[in-house]
């Protein structure tokens, strides 16, 4: 039987059913069971030790997890369950570890159902087990009320299953709670707002997914600094990248950020036309964005305008690859053995091509290659 059900062909605009119903179901729960006896904590220890091969300071460890425990009758069914859905000893050990309640699920009716529905959709079995471990409670979602509906949904914004997967391992928070999942609806209902395709918001949440289940507000600040602070378009083809490069950093932040670039020089065309060529440039830290711009502008004479020009250089190291091959340069130039090379064309040659550089001069400067590899020290 197949447990998923593909829904590729709608329209991201027809979810509004499937929101109103998984965002507020409940979960499946566990039958209710009595507080935990002192004889049936220390029976699933021993099961722990004696069957799946635990030590006993892990097996109190993994058995602590678990707050009520009455039963252990369903451990052998939930051991053969996971051993025919393909686990290893080694996984099922892995499993259990961190999720010990996972032995006291009615196999048949609640593990073997959904870890097919997974199974099915592409996740790996490591996939699964760190899917598990970042959301213990995975399997008392309900099935039919929260795990395939948001499995379908996923397909309606990204359109294959493979993105699907990707996502799931990318968002650490998807199936955590349905809070967690009506942000993520709630995001791409603002992208929708915002005039952007299907097709781009689909690439969007496929490559920004951990952001995803942030509050809206929160995706709403970062969309309206990108193209009313900084002047990129929500039209141009450098949007969603100048989004991804800032992602992780708060509005604060970035502000700091462009008032350190402000105070070398820096115009507000001229950081739009950074930002839109290089994004990291607003990624990196204070400290490493003024360290970079005191080496280019202060030592090297580079002005904001050239600098603009040459976005890649912020993106390498500073001591391990444009120091070192600056001080190449300069020897070179000293020497006279070198006219049209400029900085930004050494630094941007990948190492073995920078070595079979490096080799031309060997003859008139045996020391050349020592000192290029000292400096990187």
């Known amino acids: 039987m197949m447990y998923l059900r593909c829904h590729v062909g709608r329209e991201l605009f027809s979810v509004c059913h499937f929101r109103s119903h998984v965002f507020y179901s409940t979960a499946t729960k566990l039958s209710p ?12 220890v ?18 602590s997890k678990v707050r009520r ?40 009716e609640t593990l073997e159902p959904k870890i097919k529905v997974f199974l099915e959709l592409g996740l790996s ?4 087990i760190g899917l598990l471990k970042r959301n213990p409670s995975l399997f008392e979602l309900g099935l039919h009320s929260r795990i395939i509906p948001t499995i379908d949904y996923l397909r309606i914004v990204l359109g294959t299953d493979e993105k699907v997967v990707e996502t799931i391992n990318r968002s650490r ?19 929708q707002s915002y005039g952007f395709s299907n097709e781009q918001i689909g690439k969007f949440v496929h490559r920004n997914a951990m952001h995803f289940t942030q509050p809206p507000d929160w995706l709403t600040g970062k969309l309206n600094w990108i193209e009313g602070k900084v002047g990129v378009s929500r039209d141009s083809n450098e949007f969603f990248r100048c989004f991804h490069a800032i992602a992780s950093s708060s509005i604060t932040g970035m502000e700091k950020k462009m008032e350190v670039y402000k105070s070398f020089g820096f115009s507000d065309t001229e950081l739009s036309s950074l ?26 004479g580079y002005t904001p305008s ?7 250089l912020f993106s390498l190291s500073l001591e391990k690859r444009v120091k070192p091959r600056n001080k190449v340069l300069e020897i070179l130039k000293e020497r006279m053995l070198v006219e049209s090379k400029s900085l930004i064309t050494l630094v941007n040659y990948p190492e073995l091509r920078f070595q079979d550089f490096l080799r031309r001069f060997e003859d008139k400067i045996p020391s050349l290659y020592e000192t290029y590899i000292s400096s990187m020290r």
Do not use: H
């Not at 099961?47 to 006993?56: A, H, R």
């Not at 079995?125 to 699964?128: G, S």
């Not at 709670?177 to 209902?189: E, G, I, P, R, W």
């Open 306 to 312: 050239y600098l603009v020009t040459c976005p890649s």
């Open 125 to 128: 079995r490591p996939d699964l």
């Open 69 to 108: 425990l009455n039963t252990t009758r369903n451990c052998d069914s939930a051991v053969r369950i996971l051993k025919n859905c393909g686990f290893d000893n080694a996984q099922i050990k892995d499993i259990v570890a961190w999720v010990p309640k996972v032995l006291l699920y009615r196999a048949n």
């Open 173 to 191: 928070w998807l199936f955590s709670t349905s809070v967690a999942l009506k942000m993520f609806s709630d995001n791409v209902t603002l992208l």
């Open 33 to 44: 069971v009595d507080e935990p006896t002192s004889a049936k904590r220390t029976e699933f």
């Open 46 to 63: 021993d099961y722990l030790i004696n069957t799946l091969g635990f030590s006993k300071e892990s097996a109190i460890s993994s058995s």
């Open 275 to 300: 930002f839109k060529n290089q994004p990291y440039c607003f990624a990196l830290s204070e400290d490493t964005i003024r360290n970079k711009l005191s080496f280019f502008m202060n030592e090297l």
